[in-house]
């Protein structure tokens, strides 16, 4: 039997990612929440999944460490996807890449030309590309979690970050003043495993593609 590796990262990703492997038939013995294991085996004695950091997904897959796995298409532009084979949006953990500022703030007159905006983020290819293509002049702020504060004390006049329902804009007093892009979670294949374990790929991405048909068609 081919061995094969799956990463996925914890949360929303892994709880929305339970039901496609199931149609191909794959069932992890052990929930990561509740588990500190990193390798966490599966119903089928050859397939085993490695639960990793969300913007480790890419990497381990393109090193050929993971076979396949889940990643947010943030964190995909991020990575940049070199060595990885895109074949899926998988429609799951959707959200919107925004630019959201405090409430009140002119973000039209620091838009201006001749202003510098401060922007804090953890995707800072995303926001120069977006702010580059307006012409906008930014000073980005790199920051590794709850960018939502930075506007608050001072440390940015914007930020960029993923919304999905609003809540913690709205809890923050910030607004969502532009929409980037719309995210999504892919399907990342390695590109030799799909060549040397087709027979064993294939058939998951089958299953996978068939339940977002079917979730599409409903
Ligand atoms: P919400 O309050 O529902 O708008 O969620 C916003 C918070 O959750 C922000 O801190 C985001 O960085 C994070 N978030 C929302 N959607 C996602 C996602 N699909 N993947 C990772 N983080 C997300």
Redesign the pocket.
């Known amino acids: 039997m081919t061995e094969l590796t799956i990463a996925l990262s914890k949360g929303?990703i892994f709880e929305e990612t339970l039901p496609l492997l199931a149609s191909a038939g794959i069932v992890p013995q052990e929930n990561p929440e509740q588990s500190r294991k990193l390798i966490i085996g599966t119903n089928r004695p050859h397939i085993r999944l490695i639960i990793v950091r969300?913007s480790d997904v890419p990497t381990y897959v393109q090193y050929g460490a993971a076979d396949f796995g889940i990643a947010?298409k943030d964190v995909l532009i991020e990575h940049g996807g070199q060595g990885l084979y895109q074949p899926l949006d998988l429609n799951i953990?959707?959200?919107r890449m925004m630019v959201a500022v405090r409430e009140g703030f002119d973000y039209a007159a620091a838009t201006q030309p001749g202003c510098r905006l401060r922007v804090a983020t953890k995707y800072p290819d995303i926001a120069a590309e977006h702010f580059a293509n307006k012409g906008v002049h930014v000073d980005l702020i790199k920051l590794y979690g709850s960018m939502?504060l930075a506007p608050l004390v001072g440390l940015s006049d914007a930020i960029v970050?993923?919304?999905?329902?609003?809540?913690?804009?709205k809890a923050n007093h910030l607004q969502a003043v532009e929409h980037i892009a719309d995210?999504s979670s892919r399907l990342v294949v390695n590109k030799a495993a799909l060549k040397l374990k087709y027979a064993a790929i294939q058939p998951i991405i089958d299953a996978f593609a068939a339940v977002i048909e079917a979730d599409e068609a409903a």
Do not use: P
Request: glycine share 12%; hydrophobic share 35%; with cysteine.
């Open positions: 929303r969300a947010g953990a959707r959200c939502e970050d993923l919304v999905s329902t609003g809540n913690t804009l995210i």
